[in-house]
């Protein structure tokens, strides 16, 4: 009699096993609101570290253009210059453009900047390491054939970082229209190294079509890879900021909040706007523009 009372106190003393449905909710609801807060955390804290790695690539390449420049008598690489319009953003891949031969030592290019810079494969037709910002979600790029027959006159091809030196020289060239290309020279590195002048920074670039179609480094949200293989970004708003590398090697991170979205989406730009001018897209309503901060 003991015993069996003994028995029926054991077995409802015992506590079967598992969760119930509503603990496991309750669980799952905790999680979720777990992951809601740390996640725009981590996110912000990626974007970070992108743009430290960012900022290490620009420090690297002024170490490499400096050092390019002590072996060349001091010269600077130039923009690159096609159809009577300059391209910042672009590298010449070819000493060949339009099936004419080019002075390779005075545009930036892969061919002069190899002894200079690793990640640099000119057989293979790629690039990678400092040639790409982090946030481009790519690690190598694969030069286009397109870049490569003489026919196209093309020869150079879009980079990460876009390249103002020797803004003395082709600052007051003029565009198709008649309109200066760079439209303030004075702050972009001229024919030696200035402290206060920009030599280098993020690309942020716009093509003149319908919609506009952006390219910057540092974004808000992902980027849309367009049919051409290039990150897109319909609106200015997503961009973040841009890092910009002076000529006495210092890097700096500068806020969007410089170019306002109607800044960068008025044609022509307001008087003073720092923006350099590339080519004319004749289906678009206005000339393409690579823009940079003060």
Known sequence: MIGEQHRRTCRASVRPLGFTLVELLVVIAIIALLAALVLPSLAHSREKARRAVCMS??????????????????????????????????????????GVAINMTRFRNIVALKPY???????????????HCPSKLRSVYSIPDW???????????????????????????????????????????????????????????????????????????????SIW????????????????LYADGRVEWKERTTLSDTTMTTYPPPPGTPVVRGGYNPFATHVDFNWYLR
């Open 147 to 225: 870049v490569y027959p003489a026919g196209l006159g093309q020869g150079f091809f879009p980079n990460d970082y876009a390249y103002f030196g020797m803004g003395d020289v082709w600052g007051y060239e003029l565009d198709p229209f008649g309109v200066q290309i760079a439209m303030t020279p004075e702050d972009l590195a001229g024919r030696t190294f200035s402290a206060s002048r920009l030599l280098m920074a993020d690309t942020i670039y716009v093509w003149g079509s319908v919609p506009d179609e952006y390219q910057y480094n540092h974004t808000k949200r992902p980027p849309v890879l």
């Open 117 to 131: 810079v690793g990640g640099v494969d000119v057989d293979g037709r790629k690039v990678w390491g400092i040639w």
């Open 57 to 98: 690539n620009l420090r690297q390449w002024g170490v490499a253009v400096l050092m390019y420049s002590t072996d060349n008598s001091g010269r600077l690489f130039e923009a690159v210059s096609a159809w009577g319009a300059r391209y910042p953003n672009g590298v010449f891949a070819t000493n060949i453009q339009g």
């Open 229 to 244: 293989g290039s990150l897109i970004h319909y609106t200015p708003s997503n961009w973040a900021g841009s890092n910009q």
